[in-house]
Every structure is written in structure tokens, then in C-alpha cells.
């Protein structure tokens, strides 16, 4: 049971690139007279304090190293969620937060898509979360609200309409705007190299493959081999489009076959999944295959990697899209559900609306709005504590919170329009 909390919501990891977007969003919607208590945590006071001069209002601030257990059982005791920023990876830095939440009954949300923590956190503290309430959830930003409440909207709707199960979930990441930031690619090229086999979680994610290294003890699984739906060129006729690699479908799709799973296969018992890229022509998909080639191996390869850093093309860690960017961009991730029935189609829509460029500050929005579900609609949310997904953990509550806030979450009967797919 939830005591003494004197926050709703402590923003762990504030003074970073996308936790100073989560505090300025809390700033901007929730200030003092919303009656929504928050603080901002760090390490570092001074950088806290300069934090707090670009925001408006009294801040309240507690300092807190996340290598401190000690430092982090106190800052978990003053809240009812944390909302953890603070990674690059989070796999070495976010597990103490996470028990010691479980723990005391304090609930958890973060944006990482680092699969071997979200296993990890399951296996140590599932059962820790259901004795005491508290709800853990990863991947609460861009990675994976869109591809999971968008798959959880598509198959209620498709019960609702056509009273059958899925066949297929399809999720296409539709047009949008946005940049890397230097700490995602920072965390890429850890969660790349042979460090990241010493991450607790690694091992055993790795064990179950790259489909269903989350379901969890006694899932069914699936008949999905890949996350992609098949070749890196094809298209997808329900949908009428051309379909290319979507470069965060292996960890998305994972995180909706475990939603799946938890929801003792509402979706479909053996629903298939995939993640996509939807783009207008032919011509489009192989350019898009053709960057994502040459981008990545020149990532991949520290000499090319060096020389783009010296030319200022590559971010370092603490830089990021410009605030115009940030502003100026958008998403539009649209899941395509496929019934059991013949002619059963259903269709979600996450649209950005005015919350930003996604990585960055739409994600911020998305993490800050799933820890204020726990922290003010606790009762409409999962019933059970455990270390579960932004679908089984909170799905309509995110989505009306999502929608009020200015995003666009919607759903439709049929197949996407063509004027929708290319909007």
C-alpha cells in the first residue's frame, strides 16, 4: 500500500536530454494549481537547480544518484510513481530503482526499448509487484505506446465489431518527422557489442529468440519467425502499401506478443505480428532500404563512425534534435488488425497531434501521461501489480489520458483510406 507519498510523480534522470522535455511538460500542463505534486531528481544539485530556472513555478528537487541504492530507496519512499530517465543504458543503471519499488509498492514507468531489462525486471520482481501492487513499466515513450495501445485498440474494436479474435496484427510506422538523439545512439552501440551479454536479462532474452523473448512462464507462443512480416520489400495489400524495415520493430514487437500473452491471448491465441515501415511507392521503400543500409554500416564501423562524429553528423550523448525539431515534429503509427473471419478488418491510429518530434518530446509526453495514470487513476488501471506492458497495465486510462492531452488516438471499422496511409 502506497504511504506517506508526498509527490505523485518524481521525474528521475531530469537534468538528461529527454527528462529536462518531461519536467518542461510537467511544468507547462501540470503547474501548481493542477494540484498534481511532482519533483525532479538528479545527481547532480547544481544542474538540478539550473533546471529549475528554466521552469516555471516552485520545482521541487531531491537528489539522487541511481548507483546509490541507499539515495534511491529514499527517493522512491517520497512518490507514488517514478518516472525514470535516467539510462544510456539503462540496463546497468535502472534495476535498483526497479526493486525497490517493487518493493515498497511504488509504481514505475520508463522509455527504454532495451529488451534484456525488461526481462530481467520481470523475472526479479513480477512476482515482488503482485504482493505489493506496484506496476513496472518499460517502454513507455515511442518505444512502445504506439505499437501496443495501438494493437490493444485494434483487437477490442475487432471483438467489438466483428466478435472474432486476430489472425494478424500488422503496425506501420506511418509519415513523420524527427531526428537521434546522442544518448539513444550511445545506447545502441552498447546494447550492440559484446558488453551487453554482461547485462542481467541478456542471456535469457537471447534464449527465447527474437520473437517471444518476453512472454512470459507457460506463454504459448507463436508461429512468428521474424518481427518484420517478411521480405525487406513487399506489399502489404490490406493496407495498399509498400512496406520497408521499421528499425524499432524487434523491440516493439516483443512488448505486443507479451501484451498478448498477459491478456491470456484476447488478441488471438495464435495471432501473428508484425512491424513495418509504410512508404507511398516502390521507389520510396528501396530508398529507405538502401539509407538504412549504408547508415548503419557506417555507424557500425568505428573508423566511418569517428569521421561522422569529427563532422558534427553524429550526436553526442546530452545533444539532440534542435527545439525546432522537437516542435515541428510528428508521427502517424497506424495498426492494421486482420480477424479470424474473413473480411474483418480493423484499424487503429496514433497520431502525434501537437506533441512533438517522437523520440524526444512526444515520448516525454507519452512516459509523463502513463505515470499519471498510476498516480491519479490507480484504481481504473490493472487491478494486479506486476511487471506488465502500457496495454495490460493501463489501456484505456492511457488512451483517454493521451487523447485529452492533445495526441490523436482513434479507431476505425475497415482497412486505412489511401488519404489516410499518406497523410
Not at 562524429?309 to 486482420?338: C, I, R, W
Request: charged letters at 20%; hydrophobic letters at 40%.
Amino acid at each position: 500500500m502506497l504511504v506517506s507519498a508526498q509527490y505523485d510523480v518524481l521525474v528521475l534522470g531530469a537534468t538528461g536530454f529527454t527528462g529536462q522535455l518531461a519536467a518542461a511538460y510537467l511544468s507547462r500542463q501540470y503547474p501548481e494549481s493542477s494540484n498534481v505534486k511532482w519533483a525532479i531528481a538528479g545527481r547532480s544539485e547544481a544542474k538540478l537547480n539550473e533546471l529549475c530556472k528554466t521552469l516555471d513555478g516552485k520545482i521541487n528537487t531531491v537528489i539522487c544518484d541511481v548507483m546509490d541504492p541507499a539515495a534511491v530507496e529514499r527517493a522512491v519512499l517520497t512518490t507514488k510513481v517514478v518516472a525514470n530517465f535516467a539510462g544510456t543504458p539503462f540496463a546497468d543503471k535502472a534495476a535498483a530503482v526497479v526493486e525497490l519499488c517493487s518493493k515498497h509498492g511504488r509504481h514505475y514507468v520508463d522509455i527504454t526499448g532495451e529488451i534484456c531489462l525488461h526481462k530481467a525486471s520481470y523475472d526479479s520482481c513480477h512476482d515482488t509487484c503482485k504482493r505489493t501492487g506496484a506496476i513496472i513499466l518499460h517502454g513507455c515513450g515511442y518505444d512502445s505506446v504506439p505499437s501496443d495501445i495501438g494493437s490493444f485498440m485494434a483487437a477490442e474494436a475487432m471483438l467489438k465489431e466483428f466478435g472474432c479474435k486476430c489472425k494478424t496484427i500488422t503496425c506501420f510506422s506511418g509519415k513523420s518527422k524527427g531526428s537521434l538523439s546522442g544518448g539513444t545512439l550511445a545506447t545502441g552501440l552498447i546494447m550492440a557489442s559484446s558488453k551487453a551479454k554482461t547485462y542481467p536479462g541478456f542471456v535469457e532474452a537471447a534464449k527465447l529468440g527474437m520473437c517471444y523473448p518476453l512472454d512470459p512462464p507457460g506463454g504459448k507462443r507463436g508461429k512468428d519467425t521474424n518481427n518484420h512480416g517478411g521480405a525487406p520489400l513487399h506489399y502489404n495489400k490490406v493496407a495498399q502499401t509498400w512496406c520497408a524495415p521499421f528499425i524499432m520493430a524487434d523491440i516493439n514487437a516483443p512488448v505486443v506478443r507479451k501484451s498478448n500473452a498477459l491478456f491470456n491471448y484476447r488478441y488471438g491465441d495464435q495471432m501473428r505480428y508484425y512491424e513495418t515501415s509504410a512508404m507511398p511507392n516502390l521507389a520510396s521503400a528501396l530508398a529507405l532500404v538502401s539509407g538504412l543500409f549504408v547508415g548503419v554500416a557506417c555507424i557500425a564501423i568505428p573508423p566511418f563512425r569517428w569521421v561522422l562524429f569529427k563532422m558534427g553528423l553524429l550526436p553526442k550523448p546530452g545533444e539532440g534534435p534542435s527545439v525546432d525539431l522537437q516542435n515541428t515534429g510528428y508521427f502517424h503509427t497506424f495498426v492494421v488488425a486482420e480477424g479470424e473471419t474473413d473480411g474483418a478488418v480493423t484499424t487503429a491510429h496514433i497520431r502525434s497531434g501537437d506533441a512533438g518530434d517522437p523520440g524526444y518530446k512526444a515520448t516525454a509526453r507519452m512516459c509523463i501521461e502513463s505515470a499519471l495514470c498510476l498516480a491519479l487513476d490507480r484504481d481504473s488501471c490493472s487491478k494486479e501489480g506486476g511487471v506488465l506492458t502500457t496495454a495490460t497495465g493501463l489501456g484505456e486510462v492511457l488512451i483517454a489520458r493521451l487523447n485529452k492531452s492533445g495526441m490523436e488516438l482513434t479507431v476505425e471499422k475497415g482497412p486505412p483510406s489511401r488519404k489516410i496511409r499518406i497523410e
